[in-house]
């Protein structure tokens, strides 16, 4: 019983770190720039991809296998510093128009990363192959799980603190809650908007692309990837509400945690449960459990 | 939305296919008396997006090596073939592809269609449009039910149904003292019948198996660590699965990770499609594994067999699945048809005479010899057999290869399929 329910348990809870770092950097960006970024999945299949390569390119180099975490962040961060491409190329030009063109712009960004990662990886799934095993397995409470799953969970709620951390302590994360809360007031106080917003985009984009690294080596990256978990960071977003890091965080362990529990008690609702959630929230508290009072 | 990109892709990727599809300029052969000396024009709808686009990929490299290797032979009849490619994406823009090909570039046949959803469509514009469809591996079944029993111009794969029909003689055969058994299958038609299929195939055959789970996560998931707890806690003796592409690996993979088939047999209806991404660090031996209708690694594979995977293997770095083979034999049964209907009027044939041609016609394929029933569904072998690590590769192969033709596996003509399976003597 208790094995059962540990490995439940950590099921939802590693799909919930995967499911935060996407959710986070969709939060972040819609936090300061009020820009709901659709492409937030691509960056995760794309970091998902690089690490790949990158993971490949280490061992095929001699690299130490057990050492593999290593390139597989480092190239999930750096192909994060596609947001500044992204930003400064296309964003830039829809901050003052309607949200229509704002969601057709990076919607038109899904097709684009799309079609750019099956012009460079191919249309067959790519994966790490059995490296993930490599870091063997823990026993909790007679459950068998993972190593590399409870890394991964470990680094996600590192992260969590960390964005924490920087939001509420650093003067960057001042900053960022000035702009947010008041754009205008916060120039007028002569904080550069271009290097805030800058910065945030490529914040929240390395989210989603450390996020794609990390889980791959338990998993196989497939183009459409990104698609697939932008509906349950929709769900994750309205459920925790609009912009808020908090909001992100519990949503991500309701989804994730809901959802294994649905698949082991009623299989049938795996996904419906999680939309049930949704509504209610939305019926109940539209803005989400952490989300700012609609304006 | 999605049909803008998919018609970029169609003019981008289709003007590349036909540019590199091969069209030499130099025809090397004299067309034969009453034959059309201009290329014959074969129309070619690939999947090359989402999940199934490694499959329809495998489709198009095999129809373009056949096309490479008969146009440097002569061609058909003397003439030199032309692959008009064009994309499968959902029933609507297909169906619009598909009459483009006919209407506009003019084709005598067409060839291709992977998804059901697609090729029930494509089916009845193939009778209305006069014009020969062979299909790679769609079917016109809706669920277990033909929903054309007697088409004039569309030729269907095999049912959908029979890699499970020949996996449950095979779990019958190695797995016989199972007695729970647990399902995760897609949630689509495919998935859906599978599981009713093989469960229906075991009772038959008298295992008195009980199902204690049931999962039908959609296509395309990538995390199966929940699924795996339900199946821990479910503790079935064996584990179904119809999964045909990436996620099949996923869930291989995450299952070593907990060592889930420690104590569980496992049956892999139609992992064989991904099958040299089943790395044998995480792919256990003794799984009942299915490659459909081709074996790339089959010992007694012909020398046509052997001669594509050592091409197919040089040219791309990968080992080539079924799909490859349904489509060399939907094109070289078109090529003996046009042949034998040649031999009688001495004329180019009509699209007409060449239907009737393909009519039971017999052609070889990469593995063996292939036909086309009466009732215009195409007749073949299944490839299944319990994997094993003693191989020169990093992937499993396996070991017993059983094969299993859809003579025996595949319901009649005209029959339904579970009426069929209870009919079974056995």
Redesign the interface.
């Known amino acids: 019983m208790i094995t059962n329910l540990v490995n439940i348990l950590m099921g939802g809870v590693f799909h919930a770190a995967i499911l935060f770092l996407v959710a986070a950097g969709l939060q972040v960006v819609f936090g300061v720039q009020k820009i709901f970024n659709l492409a937030c999945g691509s960056f995760y299949a794309l970091g998902a991809y690089t690490g790949v390569s990158a993971v490949g390119y280490f061992t095929g180099h001699g690299g130490p296998p057990a050492l593999f975490i290593v390139p597989l962040a480092l190239g999930g961060l750096a192909v994060g510093l596609i947001g500044v491409v992204v930003e400064r190329g296309l964003l830039r030009f829809v901050y003052d128009r309607d949200e229509t063109f704002q969601l057709l712009l990076t919607f038109a960004l899904v097709l684009m990363l799309e079609d750019l990662i099956r012009m460079t990886w191919g249309t067959a799934p790519v994966s790490t192959g059995g490296l993930y095993l490599n870091y063997g397995q823990a026993r909790i409470l007679g459950a068998t799980v993972p190593v590399y799953n409870l890394i991964v969970i470990a680094a996600s709620l590192a992260i969590a603190l960390g964005i924490g951390w920087l939001l509420s302590r650093t003067v960057f994360g001042r900053i960022i809650r000035a702009s947010a809360d008041n754009r205008e007031m916060a120039e007028a106080l002569g904080v550069d908007m271009r290097w805030v917003y800058v910065r945030v985009f490529t914040l929240g984009t390395m989210l989603g692309t450390l996020g794609g690294a990390l889980v791959i080596p338990a998993t196989a990256a497939m183009s459409e990837m990104g698609i697939e978990l932008i509906v349950e960071a929709f769900a994750v977003v309205v459920i925790g509400g609009l912009g808020s890091m908090r909001g992100a965080f519990v949503g991500a362990l309701v989804v994730g945690i809901l959802r294994s529990v649905a698949i082991s008690v009623y299989p049938e609702l795996e996904m419906l449960l999680i939309y049930l959630i949704v509504i209610a929230v939305l019926l109940w508290r539209p803005r989400g459990l952490f989300g700012a009072a609609a304006a | 939305?999605a049909t803008?990109?998919r018609e970029f892709?169609k003019v981008a990727g289709g003007a590349a296919a036909a540019t590199a599809a091969g069209f030499p300029a130099v025809a090397r052969a004299q067309a034969k008396p009453g034959v059309p000396s201009d290329p014959v024009k074969i129309g070619i709808l690939a999947i090359?997006?989402?999940?199934a686009?490694?499959v329809?990929?495998a489709g198009l490299r095999g129809t373009e090596w056949w096309a490479e290797r008969v146009n440097k032979s002569g061609g058909i009849l003397g003439r030199q073939v032309q692959l008009i490619v064009e994309e499968e994406s959902n029933p609507k823009d297909t169906v619009e592809r598909y009459r483009k090909l006919i209407l506009q570039d003019k084709v005598e046949v067409v060839i291709g269609g992977i998804s059901t959803g697609v090729t029930l469509a494509l089916g009845a514009v193939a009778e209305e449009m006069e014009t020969p469809w062979l299909s790679w591996d769609g079917t016109t079944q809706k669920g277990v039910e033909e929903t054309m029993p007697n088409p004039k111009w569309a030729f269907k794969s095999v049912d959908n149904e029979v890699e499970a029909i020949v996996a449950g003689q095979l779990t019958r055969k190695y797995f016989k003292g199972v007695q729970t058994i647990a399902g995760i299958n897609n949630d689509y038609s495919y998935g859906h019948d599978c599981w009713e299929t093989y469960q229906a195939v075991l009772k038959k055959l008298g295992m008195n198996v009980k199902p204690v789970?049931?999962?039908?996560?959609?296509l395309?998931?990538?995390?199966f660590?929940?699924?795996?707890?339900?199946i821990?806690?479910a503790k079935p003796d064996l584990l179904m699965s119809s999964f045909w592409?990436?996620d099949a690996?996923?869930i291989l993979?995450?299952a070593?990770?907990?060592?889930l088939f420690k104590n569980m047999k496992g049956v892999f209806t139609t992992a064989g499609g991904?099958h040299d991404?089943l790395?044998?660090?995480?792919t256990p031996e003794g799984l009942l594994l299915g490659y459909n209708t081709m074996y790339f690694d089959d010992p007694k594979g012909s020398p046509l067999l052997k001669q594509f995977v050592r091409e197919y293997k040089a040219k791309y770095n990968?080992y080539p699945a079924y799909e490859s083979d349904h489509a060399y034999f939907n094109i070289e049964s078109y090529k003996v048809a046009v042949e034998k209907a040649y031999a009688q009027t001495k004329q180019w044939p009509t699209k007409a005479q060449v239907v009737k041609a393909l009519e039971g016609i017999e052609a070889q394929s990469l593995s063996g010899t292939r036909s086309w029933r009466t009732d215009h569904i195409q007749m073949c072998s299944f490839y299944q057999g319990l994997t094993t690590h003693k191989n020169n590769y990093?992937f499993v192969t396996i070991n017993p290869i059983e094969v299993v033709s859809t003579k025996t596996a595949m319901k009649p003509a005209g029959s339904k399929l579970l009426d069929w399976i209870n009919g079974w003597k056995i």
Do not use: C, N, W, Y
């Open positions: 939305m803008t990109r892709l090359r997006a989402g999940i686009a490694p329809g990929t789970l049931e999962l039908f996560p959609k395309g998931v990538t995390d660590t929940s699924h795996i707890a339900a821990q806690q592409s990436g690996t996923i993979k995450q070593a990770a907990v060592g991904v991404s790395k044998k660090e995480f990968e990093d």
